[in-house]
C-alpha cells in the first residue's frame, strides 16, 4: 500500500496521496513525476516544492475531485501563477460557481494593464528621471550619460507634465494658450469684430463672389469671406501658430523615438494645423494673389484648410496626461464598444418602429411628417427625450405613440447606458488606486535617493 502513496513536501508542509490521484492528469506537473525528476529528494523519498503550501491545497483538490476552485481570501494574480506553476489550464478545470471569480479577475487585469499602457509614461519617466540623478552622483558618470539626462528632462518637461513641479506648471502655460487658440476660432466668426470690407486690388466684389461661390443671400458667408479681419486678431492668430510650431519643433528635436513620436495623430495634427494657418495667413495678407489663381485648385484647397484649422481644439486632448480623467473615459468607452453597439442598435430599431407607426398614424394629416424621414428624425429625438418640437403629433393617436416612444428611451435606453456608466466606475477606481500606489513607490524612490 506505501508503494502507491507518493509524499509532497510543498513549502515545508508534507502532502501525503496516491500516485492514482496524480496521474489521472499526467500532462501536468503532478501527474508526470518520476524519480528523476529536479524535484525528487532520494534520501527523504519525497518530492519537494518551494511552493505557497496554503494554495497547494486546492491544487490537491482537484486532482481528487476533477473540479477546480478559487479561494476568495487570496490574490487572483498570484492564483493565476499558481496554476500555470503545476501546468494546470483554466479554462477546462475551473468549476463554473468559482468562473465568476476567475471572470472579475481578468477583467481588472484588463484595465489595469490598459491603465499601465496609457498613464504610466509620466511615471515610469519620473522614476528614470531620478535613476539618472543617482547615475550622476556616481563616478563612472560621463558627458554622453549627461547628454541623454538633459534630453531626457526636456523631453518630460515638455510631454511628461506629471514628471516635476516645472512640468506642471509650463503645462498649466500651454492649458492658456490652448484656450487662447480656441478663444481667437471664435472671435473670427464675430460680425462685430469685421467692420471694414476687405480690399482686393483690381477686382470688384461681384468677381470676388463669382470666384469663392458664395450665396449673396447667405449672410454668414458674405460677413465671413468679404468682411476685413481686424488686424491685432489676425497677428495674435499668427503669434500662436508660431508657438505651437515652435513648440512642435523643440519636441519633435528631444523626442525619445521619432517613430513612435509621428505615429501620435496629435503630433501629425499639430504639423498640418500650422501648414493650414499659415495658408490662409497668407491668403489673408494678399488677396490680389489668391484671386488670380485657378479656381479649381485653390478654392478647394483653401477650404480645406479652413476646415483643417477647426480641428485646433483637439490640442485639449494632450492635456490629458495631466488630467487622467480624459484617457480613463476613452478607455472605458473603448471598453464599452459592445454596449455602444447594443445602445445604437437599440435606438435604431425602436426609432424605425415609432418612425413607421407615427407615419401611418398621422396620415390623414397634411401638415406633419411628409415622409418616413422626418418620422424617423422625430422618433430619435423622442426616444433620447431632447424633444426640439419641430415635428409634433397633432392626432390623438399619433399623440398616444409619442407617448409610448418617450416612456420607451427612458426604460430602454437606460439599460445599456448603466452598463457603460458601470465600466467607467471600474476605470476610474482603479486609476485612483493606481495614481496612489505610483505615488508610494515614487516617495519610497525618492527615500532611497536622500539616505544614498
Given at each position: ?246 513648440e512642435f519643433l523643440f519636441r519633435v ?103 413607421n407607426c407615427i407615419f401611418y398614424a ?91
Amino acid at each position: 500500500m506505501e508503494e502507491d502513496e507518493v509524499t509532497l513536501n510543498v513549502g515545508g508542509t508534507v502532502f501525503i496521496t496516491f500516485w492514482e490521484t496524480l496521474q489521472k492528469y499526467p500532462n501536468t506537473k503532478l501527474g508526470s513525476l518520476t524519480e528523476d525528476s529536479p524535484h525528487y529528494r532520494k534520501d527523504k523519498h519525497i518530492y519537494f516544492f518551494d511552493r505557497n503550501p496554503e494554495l497547494f491545497n486546492t491544487i490537491l483538490d482537484f486532482y481528487r475531485n476533477d473540479t477546480l476552485h478559487f479561494p476568495n481570501h487570496l490574490c487572483s494574480g498570484l492564483w493565476h501563477q499558481e496554476l500555470r506553476y503545476w501546468g494546470l489550464s483554466i479554462s477546462s478545470t475551473i468549476s463554473e460557481c468559482c468562473y465568476s471569480t476567475y471572470v472579475k479577475y481578468c477583467k481588472n487585469d484588463t484595465i489595469i494593464q490598459n491603465l499601465r499602457k496609457a498613464l504610466d509614461t509620466g511615471s515610469t519617466e519620473e522614476l528614470d528621471c531620478l535613476d539618472l540623478v543617482d547615475l550622476s552622483r556616481s563616478d563612472e558618470y560621463i558627458s554622453t550619460e549627461h547628454v541623454k539626462g538633459i534630453r531626457v528632462r526636456v523631453w518630460n518637461f515638455l510631454s511628461e507634465p506629471r514628471s516635476s513641479t516645472q512640468a506642471k506648471i509650463y503645462n498649466g502655460f500651454y492649458f492658456t494658450v490652448v484656450f487662447l487658440s480656441a478663444l481667437s476660432t471664435l472671435l473670427i466668426t464675430m460680425p462685430e469684430l469685421r467692420s471694414d470690407n476687405r480690399k482686393f486690388p483690381s477686382y470688384n466684389i461681384s468677381e470676388v463672389i463669382r470666384f469663392l461661390q458664395l450665396d449673396e443671400q447667405n449672410t454668414k458667408q458674405m460677413i465671413l469671406e468679404t468682411k476685413e479681419v481686424p488686424e491685432w486678431l489676425m497677428l495674435f492668430d499668427l503669434f500662436l501658430a508660431f508657438y505651437f510650431a515652435i513648440e512642435f519643433l523643440f519636441r519633435v528635436c528631444f523626442c525619445p523615438d521619432k517613430w513612435l513620436f509621428f505615429k501620435d495623430w496629435l503630433n501629425i495634427l499639430d504639423a498640418l494645423l500650422f501648414t493650414a494657418i499659415m495658408v490662409r495667413v497668407m491668403v489673408d495678407r494678399n488677396p490680389g494673389w489668391f484671386l488670380s489663381q485657378d479656381s479649381n485648385i485653390i478654392l478647394p484647397l483653401y477650404k480645406i484648410c479652413n476646415c483643417i484649422t477647426v480641428f485646433r481644439i483637439f490640442r485639449f486632448l494632450r492635456l490629458a496626461k495631466q488630467f487622467s480623467g480624459l484617457y480613463v473615459l476613452v478607455l472605458a468607452l473603448k471598453a464599452s464598444w459592445k454596449e455602444l453597439m447594443l445602445f445604437f442598435f437599440t435606438i435604431l430599431l425602436f426609432a424605425l418602429l415609432f418612425a413607421n407607426c407615427i407615419f401611418y398614424a398621422e396620415m390623414q394629416e397634411t401638415t406633419t411628417f411628409p415622409n418616413l424621414l422626418y418620422g424617423l428624425w422625430w422618433a430619435i429625438i423622442t426616444l433620447t427625450t431632447v424633444g426640439y418640437g419641430d415635428h409634433v403629433p397633432k392626432s390623438p393617436i399619433g399623440q398616444i405613440i409619442g407617448s409610448f416612444c418617450a416612456i420607451c428611451g427612458i426604460i430602454v435606453l437606460a439599460m445599456p447606458v448603466a452598463m457603460i456608466v458601470a465600466n467607467f466606475n471600474e476605470y476610474y477606481q482603479k486609476n485612483r488606486d493606481r495614481q496612489q500606489f505610483m505615488r508610494l513607490k515614487l516617495i519610497e524612490k525618492k527615500k532611497i535617493l536622500i539616505s544614498m
